[in-house]
């Protein structure tokens, strides 16, 4: 069955960065590509999506901080993530998506995401 492995996460202090990456099995490349995640105690929300020719969408709460990008050839999705918040700390998860379908995946295991001094 096809899944999605989540990669990249630690722990990073205010104001820095990481890159976090998604490698799916299966050709990825007529899907769609979102990140989600899930802070303690929260629900899972809707981060960055992109489209399978490379349209992208983004939570207002990340607007100008994070990039979402797409490698078909490799299979992976990434998700650049800069001038990172205390409340950008959760376990991060991706999944594919076609048309208003979305969720494709089983979910994997995320990748958590601190953000602490």
């Known amino acids: 069955q096809a899944q999605a492995v989540e990669s990249g996460g630690g722990l990073v202090q205010p104001g820095g960065s990481l890159t976090l990456s998604c490698t799916a099995s299966?050709?990825?490349?007529?899907?769609?590509m979102s990140w989600y995640r899930q802070p303690p105690g929260k629900e899972r929300e809707l981060v960055a999506s992109?489209?399978?020719?490379?349209?992208?969408t983004y939570a207002d709460s990340v607007k100008g901080r994070f990039t979402i990008s797409r490698d078909d050839a490799e299979n992976t999705v990434f998700l650049q993530m800069n001038s990172l918040k205390f409340e950008d700390s959760a376990v991060y998860y991706c999944?594919?998506?076609?048309?208003?379908?979305?969720?494709?995946?089983?979910w994997g295991q995320g990748t958590q995401v601190t953000v602490s001094s």
């Open positions: 299966g050709t990825m490349s007529i899907y769609g």
């Open positions: 992109i489209t399978s020719d490379g349209r992208t």
């Open positions: 999944n594919a998506f076609r048309g208003i379908v979305d969720n494709l995946l089983p």
